[in-house]
């Protein structure tokens, strides 16, 4: 069955930097556009940043200017780099994707079960 696994969260001050890795579990064809989210306790799930195929970006505002979200098409990974991280920050942060798992196949979308981001003050 595929996934799409996140790793890269952790403890970090106030300050610090993160970098959250998403990939699938399974070899795959391509993954089309991805988008990270994240949800803290007692918070509804918040669209952090997203890309697209072709490399088009698009940010929360709170994140602008310090979360830079990337691709690698040929490892078929996507990548959230996270900077001067707040306490604010602090959540699971999961990663969203449509998988195109084969050159026929249609694009589907995956979720993963999320990385821990946890930023002291």
């Known amino acids: 069955q595929v996934q799409l696994v996140e790793s890269g969260g952790g403890l970090v001050q106030a300050g610090g930097s993160l970098r959250l890795s998403c990939v699938a579990s399974?070899?795959?064809?391509?993954?089309?556009?991805a988008n990270w989210y994240r949800q803290s306790p007692g918070k509804q799930r918040e669209l952090v940043a997203g890309?697209?195929?072709?490399?088009?970006?698009v940010y929360a505002d709170s994140v602008k200017g310090r979360f830079t979200v990337s691709r690698v098409n040929a490892e078929k990974k996507v990548y959230l780099q996270m900077n001067s991280l707040k306490p604010e920050d602090t959540a699971v942060y999961y990663c969203?994707?449509?998988?195109?798992?084969?050159?026929?196949?249609?694009?589907?979308?995956?979720w993963g079960q999320g990385t821990q981001v946890t930023v002291s003050s």
């Open positions: 399974i070899s795959i064809f391509s993954i089309n556009r």
């Open positions: 969203n994707a449509d998988l195109q798992i084969g050159p026929l196949s249609y694009p589907r979308g995956y």
């Open positions: 890309i697209t195929s072709d490399g088009s970006t």
